[in-house]
T-cell receptor, first 112, second 117 residues
């Protein structure tokens, strides 16, 4: 199973762009990269998923270089409500099912 | 998006009793469900994976006789914490992926806060 490594915490100010990088050096060919957001006492919420290059949706962008050994989640113009823990997962295919193994996550604090 | 609902949201029980937590996929059929445990300020730890109609596969170090998982239908999985003790107090979260969804998508419930006194 691919292990992911992220910074433990980050601080940012409202209105700034935040980039959180995740390394997954032993990612397998079938693995997808998915990012989740979690607020205290809530289940994780899906943000974005990608396999390679760039993916963008209404809340974030995900950049994955050609070697796929890392990925960067980009949150444009963060607000106070984006304060949360962000998890990067390299979903691993095991016996036909994708397993979702969470790493330590990055605790993002957005300051006014 | 797909909705996964857990019940109850929180529960307090006495030491030595058993507690059942339900996880339902409301608008899709979940062939696979996952159960996680999360301690304060820590990440989610995968406890087990269950496929509908099959026995659950437990992660290393998780006692299958203590954490009973049943996935009898495509929309319901249950986790029963048997003979609960204070050290079992935690936040339990389920997630589900389904046959009418891309295999890479998983949707999470809102979690259940278990406190054993």
């Amino acid at each position: 199973l691919a292990k992911t490594t992220q910074p433990i915490s980050m601080d940012s100010y409202e209105g700034q762009e935040v980039n959180i990088t995740c390394s997954h050096n032993n990612i397998a060919t079938n693995d997808y990269i998915t990012w989740y957001q979690q607020f205290p006492s809530q289940g994780p919420r899906f943000i974005i998923q990608g396999y390679k290059t760039k993916v963008t949706n209404e809340v974030a962008s995900l950049f994955i270089p050609a070697d796929r050994k890392s990925s960067t989640l980009s949150l444009p113009r963060v607000s106070l409500s984006d304060t949360a823990v962000y998890y990067c997962l390299a979903q691993s295919l095991t016996s036909g099912t994708y397993k979702y193994i969470f790493g330590t996550g990055t605790r993002l604090k957005v300051l006014a | 998006g797909a909705v996964v609902s857990q019940h109850p949201s929180w529960v307090i029980c006495k030491s030595g009793t058993s507690v059942k937590i339900e996880c339902r996929s409301l608008d899709f059929q979940a062939t696979t469900m996952f159960w996680y445990r999360q301690f304060p300020k820590q990440s989610l730890m995968l406890m087990a994976t269950s496929n509908e109609g099959s026995k659950a596969t437990y992660e290393q170090g998780v006692e299958k006789d203590k954490f009973l998982i049943n996935h009898a239908s495509l929309t319901l999985s249950t986790l029963t914490v048997t003979s609960a003790h204070p050290e079992d107090s935690s936040f339990y979260i389920c997630s589900a992926s389904g046959i009418d969804r891309v295999n890479t998508e998983a949707f999470f419930g809102q979690g259940t806060r278990l406190t054993v006194v």
